[in-house]
């Protein structure tokens, strides 16, 4: 029986060393029941070709078999190599999106970064401002009261002065 689909052979594919397959389940497995069916019934045909690239894998450097052996033309080992070519193709893909979505959340990442920096720097020449601002006001205030002070203590020197005077 296949594996694959559970086409009915006298032997199933996993108990035999490829070279020991019989014509008709070579036949099966690489032309009919990998393009069609994909790796069971249960798949559906667009996974033919992780399938395939499985079977291969299974088979390893038997892989694929010999046109005598099996009956397959050339055309079967090129639609072969296309549908590997498909799958590596489709991994390729599935990299460079990961790729771009990382890149998008660093450079995310990074613009929070940058814009938290900003807020904080913002804060900090703001408070630098208050502080610069009150400590202003609180020189001019000791400067003031100072004067005012030292004015009052004039005048009532003064009118110390004139009041022996007179």
Known sequence: MCSHCGHHFYDAPETLAWSRL??????????????TNGHSRNHTP?????????????FGSKWPPSAEATGTSTIEVEIAV????????EVVVV???LVVVVVVVVVVVVVV???????VALVVVV?????????VVVVVVV????????????VVEVAIVVSFLL
Do not use: D, F, K
């Open 46 to 58: 667009q996974q033919g070709s992780a399938c395939l690239l499985s079977v291969m894998l299974w």
């Open 143 to 154: 400067v003031v009261v100072v004067v005012v002070v030292v004015v009052l203590v004039v």
């Open 113 to 119: 970064v940058v814009a938290a920096v900003v807020v």
């Open 127 to 135: 408070v630098v401002v208050v502080v610069v601002v009150v400590v």
């Open 95 to 97: 990299a460079v999106v």
């Open 22 to 35: 019989p014509a008709a389940l070579h036949w099966h497995v690489y032309r009919t029941c990998i393009p």
């Open 82 to 89: 296309v549908v590997v070519v498909i799958v590596v193709v």
